[in-house]
Nanobody, 114 residues
Framework: QVRLVESGGGLVQAGGSLRLSCAASGLFFSTSAMGWYRQAPGKQRELVAVVTSGGTTTYGDFVKGRFTISRDNSKSTVYLQMNSLKPEDTAVYYC????????WGQGAQVTVSS
């Protein structure tokens, strides 16, 4: 059974930083594409960042160099370092894994106050 557990969300002031972690189990992590998506109230879920099994990264247009996705295959964990946070980054952030299917975590709330 695939399990993705996010941690590291919380409340931060605008301009601050947070690091999200997603610990995966039950899948071949090193051969999975891992990503972060977010969903704000009343909006559709959108891509934040993805890292492939080969290390190629893709970011949503709104990231503009503020976020960095990384993975540690030895720990089956993917990270999202978020800097220069803005109030519009407030959302629930979901971890995603893709390998012969798509899997989602429960989500981590990120709230950025102005």
């Amino acid at each position: 059974q695939v399990r993705l557990v996010e941690s590291g969300g919380g409340l931060v002031q605008a301009g601050g930083s947070l690091r999200l972690s997603c610990a995966a189990s039950g899948l071949f992590f090193s051969t999975s594409a891992m990503g972060w998506y977010r969903q704000a109230p009343g909006k559709q879920r959108e891509l934040v960042a993805v890292v492939t099994s080969g290390g190629t990264t893709t970011y949503g247009d709104f990231v503009k160099g503020r976020f960095t996705i990384s993975r540690d295959n030895s720990k089956s964990t993917v990270y999202l370092q978020m800097n220069s946070l803005k109030p519009e980054d407030t959302a629930v952030y979901y971890c995603n894994a893709k390998r012969l299917g798509a899997y989602w975590g429960q989500g981590a709330q990120v709230t950025v106050s102005s």
